[in-house]
């Protein structure tokens, strides 16, 4: 069955994304992979903005929005919100922002999402990065966190591994078909996870970036990149 895209704008108005085009990182893995306490990480060190889809929505459930009732039900059963919802809250994220680089963390979270999100805007991301981590070790983390979410018991926990098994990870699939996956042990300590996801973002060379073009098993030059 083919995607169903959702024009955020029926009125075919571009999204103000595909003018101001920033610099985009999705931030992807399972419930409790460490997506958020990386993206902390990489924004000290990186200087990238960290936009947690999962956090906006829950703010936008707080604002009393119309939507808040909806998004808070489905949070509540670990399913999916329709793309347009989440994806104006990321385009007003970004366009509020002076910076012009951005990691948004758990997003796109199924085909849809991340079907409509390029047709909206434009964007492709320059990469994603994917924390692959054991749902023993992402139940254990989460079932600890401590931070009131009311997502955060076993009945919804189990339902968000079967989202993402069946729904995010066909991004995941998605992307790696066309080399953008980053993927990085996340069953590690937080510092021994962040010290691989700094070679990601470390450039080689002080900054140029070498890519030696492989073709018919001999390399025809290579390009810097500054
Ligand atoms: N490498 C790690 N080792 C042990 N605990 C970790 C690690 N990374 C994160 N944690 C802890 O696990 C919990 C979940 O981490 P975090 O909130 O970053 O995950 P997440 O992928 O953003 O989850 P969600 O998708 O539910 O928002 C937090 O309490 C965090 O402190
Ligand atoms: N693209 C997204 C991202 C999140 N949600 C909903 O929010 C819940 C929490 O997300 P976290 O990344 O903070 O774990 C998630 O389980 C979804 O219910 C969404 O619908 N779309
Ligand atoms: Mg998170």
């Known amino acids: 069955m083919g995607t169903i895209v959702h024009a955020a704008y029926t009125d075919g108005r571009k999204s103000a994304l595909s003018v101001k085009k920033p610099k985009v990182v999705f931030v992807l893995g399972g419930p409790g992979s460490g997506k958020g306490t990386q993206c902390a990480n990489i924004v000290e060190h990186f200087g990238y903005t960290h936009l947690s889809a999962g956090d906006l929505l829950r703010a936008e459930i707080s604002s009393g929005s119309e939507n808040g009732t909806m998004i808070q039900n489905m949070i509540s059963e670990g399913k999916i919100v329709p793309p347009e919802v989440t994806i104006k809250l990321l ?124 073709m018919v098993g001999c390399c025809v030059g290579a390009i810097q990149l500054s």
């Open 91 to 214: 385009e007003k994220a970004i366009m509020e922002s002076a910076n012009d680089k951005f990691l948004i963390d758990g997003f796109p979270r199924n085909e849809e999402n991340r079907a409509t999100f390029e047709a909206v805007t434009g964007i492709v991301p320059e990469f994603v990065l994917f924390f692959d981590c054991s749902e023993e070790e992402m139940e254990r983390r989460i079932l600890n966190r401590n931070q009131g979410r009311v997502d955060d018991n076993i009945n919804t926990i189990r339902k968000r591994f079967k989202v993402f098994v069946e729904s995010s990870l066909a991004v995941i699939n998605y992307y790696n078909s066309k080399g953008k996956v980053r993927k990085i042990d996340a069953d590690k300590p937080v510092a021994e996870v962040f010290e691989a996801v700094k070679a990601v973002f470390t450039p080689v060379n002080g900054g140029k970036v070498n890519f030696c073009i492989d």
